[in-house]
Structure formats: C-alpha cells, structure tokens
C-alpha cells in the first residue's frame, strides 16, 4: 500500500527567507504525487502535482517542487516567503491507473509552516 | 462556476444518534470523493463513486458508515450511532475520473465539521 512521511511536523520561518518542506512517498509504481495547501477555514488547495517528464514542477502562489525517484521524494520549495503563505500543507500520492481505485489521494500528517514578520 | 459545496458546515450531535453529511460536486464531475480528517493528520481516503457506483469503500472504518450517490451527483455520507471517536472533518472532493494524459485534479469541498457528544 502507497504511504507518505512528512518528517517536519512544523516549520517557522521568517518573511522573505527561503522553504523546502519535505515529503517521502512509498508506492509501488509510477506515483502521481500532490502537494495541498489548507489555509485555517479553508478548503485543500492544490499547489501543484507531478505525473510525469520534467521532474520539476511549477505551482501556483510561486512553489514549486522536485520530484526524486532515487530518493523516493517531492519536496517542495519557495525562495521567498510570503505571510500570507502561514497554513498547513499537506504532500499526497495518487494511486494511478490500473488499480481499483485510482484517483485515490493518499496524504501525509501535513506541516503546519508559520511565518514570523 | 460553483466549486465542491458541503452541509451542513458543523453538525454537532450526541454519542449514538444519526447524521448524513452532504456533498454537491462540481457539474460533470464523474468522481466523487469522501475523506476523513482528524485533529492533526492528514486526510483519510473513506469511499470513492464513480458514477452511481462505489468503486472502492476500502476506507470505510466499519458498518457504521454508508455512502450513497443515486443519481450520479450529489453524495450524502450516514454515520449510523455516532460514536465519540467519530468526530472529525468529513471532506468531499470531485473530480473527473482517472488520470488522462495529464491527470486529474480532485477539487475539495470547505467540509462538514463533526463533533459527536
């Protein structure tokens, strides 16, 4: 069974610094692989998504994330933070075609990212 | 367009009463999502329909839970004698279904938080 380890429960940055959050999948294929931003109140947001080729994808609100096979990772970046990029984010795996249930989103336990001023 | 909509938006509700949570999809949406997220985790996938039908309740916890979607839309989750452990946030997400040649996003509803008594 696919499963993901976010390893940073929470990370505090300052405004204008850089953020990698990490992300390690375990799934026997091909995954498609997902990052999801939830602001407080809000709904998941998808920052970005790979399912194949170039193995750096770029996202929305300036994320992107690299996606290594040897390494069994998808962390995601950002080279300046915003404040207004305080929420929890969360790293998923999609089950792919050929399986029962594909579409299925596998996520991981998420990290809480504050931003200080 | 509307996005993924849920209700109520809380439901509060004594230890072994009976609750239904609904989800509207976005139009044309074949796929239809219910997760399950509790206080500092990750999402947990509970039942996948595609169409009418359930194509994977793997993620169901026990019979206490039961999906419907008898016309191909609108999903309402029943939880059957509430139990404590039950309360959390119950997400819908709709998408189209599979991955196609680029993939398919699963839009997320704002949730329906439960609280059981």
């Known amino acids: 069974a696919q499963s993901v380890t976010q390893p940073d429960i929470h990370i505090t940055v300052s405004e204008g610094a850089s953020l990698e959050l990490r992300c390690n999948y375990s799934?026997?294929?091909?995954?498609?692989l997902f990052w999801y931003v939830q602001s407080p109140g809000q709904g998941l947001q998808l920052l970005l998504k790979?399912?194949?080729?170039?193995?750096l994808v770029q996202g929305i609100k300036g994320f992107e994330a690299e996606f290594k096979r040897s390494q069994s990772s998808f962390n995601l970046r950002k080279p300046s933070v915003h404040w207004s990029d305080a929420a929890e984010y969360f790293c998923?795996?999609?089950?792919?075609?050929?399986?029962?249930?594909?579409?299925?989103?596998?996520f991981g336990q998420g990290t809480i990212l504050t931003v200080h001023p | 367009g509307a996005g993924v909509s849920q209700t109520p938006s809380n439901k509060v509700t004594e230890k072994g009463k009976y609750v239904e949570l609904r989800c509207d999809p976005i139009?044309?949406?074949?796929?239809l999502y219910w997760y399950r997220q509790s206080l500092g985790q990750g999402p947990e996938f509970l039942i996948y329909?595609?169409?009418?039908?359930?194509a994977d309740d793997s993620g169901l916890p026990n019979d206490r839970f039961f999906a419907v979607r008898p016309e191909g839309s609108v999903s309402t989750l029943k939880i059957q004698r509430t139990e404590r452990g039950d309360s959390a946030v119950y997400l819908c997400a709709s998408s189209h279904p599979g991955w196609g040649t680029g993939g398919n996003e699963q839009f997320f509803g704002p949730g329906t938080r439960l609280t059981v008594l």
């Open positions: 790979y399912f194949s080729g170039d193995t």
């Open positions: 998923a795996v999609g089950v792919g075609a050929g399986g029962t249930s594909y579409g299925k989103l596998t």
């Open positions: 799934y026997g294929a091909t995954p498609y």
């Open positions: 139009s044309g949406h074949t796929a």
């Open positions: 329909f595609q169409g009418t039908g359930a």
